[in-house]
């Protein structure tokens, strides 16, 4: 069975009969969208993606929702999603985009013990870059109103929250380095290591940045592009940080590592500087790890999100309520600032994309998807 969302009522079909329904009967579900496929694999994502026009508009299944876009979220690792890096058997054509925030305009029989049409859900799911997306419900979380701000969350808040409880162990006085601090997801990490009552230092590449990090609490701004790094932390910190939240790699890594103070937790969420090259890694200096590690017993530990599912719905729930009740600074950038003006449809997304890599965003990157002309919602 399926809910849908016709014009001035809510109607159960059965599912055998959905398309027909979808075509012919008045619903508010257009019978074509327009999406971003992979249609190749590159780290190269104007190369690896293509915008498709007149694909068709895809049905829930029964624990499903289908999710009616109004803003996605841009991530550092779209680029390796659509290099295949993630899964290496992957094949193309498949879809792109990670998370959004929309409004349900259809779902499964069991999905509707929860959610019901015309409610506004943040998620996290394959496919996001496209007018609507299926969405497992247990994928989904319910938002008070569609805004770009809730799209910080599924990906970005909850990386930094699992990876700090899970991996950090923060504790009042301790001291942390954030590396891309102003960021997507940077941004979180600061402000979370605040709220632990920690020292919290950020790198960040401009003075702009510099101003957003100590507006959210940020005790030590260091713009790389004014200030040598590894001599900041010698001078101001000669014993070293306890914590590094590291999402560069390549030259920043091997700074972090130097910086670890005796007992020190590095943790690494990315190394976005190297996503571009062709093997999607940037160089370090690996080969004194052991020694260092050792001399100081710190250590090195990764994190990945999708396995750590069984705390990300608690995670999701409790940063939406904390954004809710603005406890947490959910900083967006929707490209106002840009060359070419705000990221405004899917055919955006390669500008934001590009926009990422050339370090200019301040918070997290979000495109915003305007009602198609086709639709009736």
């Known amino acids: ?124 799911a394959p496919g996001s870059f496209a007018e609507y997306t299926v969405v497992p419900a247990r994928a989904a979380a319910p938002v008070a109103s569609v805004k770009p701000e809730y799209v910080t969350v599924p990906v970005s808040g909850t990386t930094a929250y699992i990876s700090l ?11 942390v380095l954030v590396t891309a601090a102003a960021g997507g997801t940077g941004q979180f990490a600061v402000q979370l290591a605040k709220k632990a009552k920690c020292h919290v230092i950020g790198t960040c590449s401009s003075g702009k940045k ?68 062709p093997t999607g890694l940037a160089p370090v200096r690996a080969g004194t790890l052991p020694a260092k590690l050792l001399k100081k017993s710190a250590s090195v530990q990764g994190f990945f999100l999708n396995h750590y599912r069984s705390e990300y719905q608690a995670a999701v729930e409790h940063l939406l309520q904390m954004c809710a009740d603005g406890d947490l600074v959910c900083e967006v950038d929707l490209g106002d600032l840009s060359a070419e003006g705000r990221f405004i449809g899917l055919e955006s997304v390669f500008r934001a994309v590009d926009y990422m890599y050339m370090g200019k965003n ?3 990157i979000v495109v915003e998807l305007p009602h198609s002309v086709n639709s009736k919602l």
């Open 1 to 124: 069975m399926l809910r849908l969302a016709p014009a001035g009522a809510r109607t159960i079909v059965d599912m055998s009969y959905a398309r027909h329904f979808l075509d012919f009967q008045g619903s508010n579900i257009p019978r074509a969208m327009q999406k971003l496929v992979a249609t190749r694999l590159s780290p190269n994502f104007r190369e690896a993606v293509t915008l498709c026009r007149d694909c068709p508009v895809p049905l829930p299944g029964d624990g499903d929702l289908l999710v009616r876009n109004r803003f996605v979220g841009v991530n550092a690792s779209d680029i390796n999603y659509s290099a295949g890096r993630y899964d290496p058997s992957v094949k193309t054509p498949f879809d792109v985009g990670f998370e959004g925030v929309g409004e349900v305009v259809a779902l499964g029989l069991s999905a509707s013990a929860r959610y019901t049409v015309g409610q506004a859900v943040a998620y996290m």
């Open 165 to 175: 409880k899970e991996l950090g162990g923060l504790s009042e006085g301790k001291t």
């Open 210 to 277: 510099s101003a957003f990090l100590k507006s959210i609490g940020c005790d030590r701004p260091i713009n790389y592009n004014a200030e040598h790094v590894g001599t900041v932390l010698k001078q101001e910190y000669p014993e070293g940080v306890d914590v590094v939240y590291e999402s560069v790699g390549g030259a920043m890594f091997d700074l972090a590592v130097d910086a670890l103070a005796t007992k020190g937790r590095l943790i690494v969420i990315g190394f976005v500087s190297g996503y571009q090259t």
């Open 362 to 364: 301040t918070g997290k």
